[in-house]
């Protein structure tokens, strides 16, 4: 089964049903709609929740709009959003960078 980790933080916030979206660079997953994904805590490696991918969209970071945030953190602005993934992945994350938008939903919280 695939498996994508969270922050603990955005952890708590899927399964209050607040995060129903996540943006990855770089997939090594082949995220596909339809695919059952179990969800793990970052900090801990236990397993906290599975969901289903009921959407997949690829754009470039630069190219994010305001309707692609929806049930995904927001960030001040496109520079923090760049800073945060370049945390995530390195400084070789650019506006140019592709990104995989993905939309799920909650099946089950363990």
């Known amino acids: 089964m695939k498996t994508l980790k969270f922050r603990e933080q955005l952890a708590s916030e899927v399964l209050k049903g607040e995060k129903t979206a996540t943006w990855r660079l770089f997939d090594d997953k082949?995220?596909?709609v339809g695919d059952i994904v179990e969800l793990?805590?970052?900090e801990t490696n236990e397993k906290f929740a599975k969901v289903e991918i009921t959407e997949v969209t690829?754009?470039?970071l630069g190219d994010v709009e305001e309707n692609d945030y929806e049930g995904?953190?927001?960030f001040q602005d496109k520079e923090s959003m760049l800073k945060s993934y370049q945390q995530y992945y390195g400084d070789k994350v650019n506006f140019s960078t592709?990104?995989?938008l993905v939309?799920?939903?909650l099946l089950e919280s363990q």
């Open 30 to 32: 082949d995220l596909k």
């Open 72 to 74: 995904h953190e927001k």
């Open 58 to 60: 690829e754009k470039n």
């Open 103 to 105: 939309r799920f939903k």
């Open 98 to 100: 592709l990104a995989k």
């Open 40 to 42: 793990v805590v970052w």
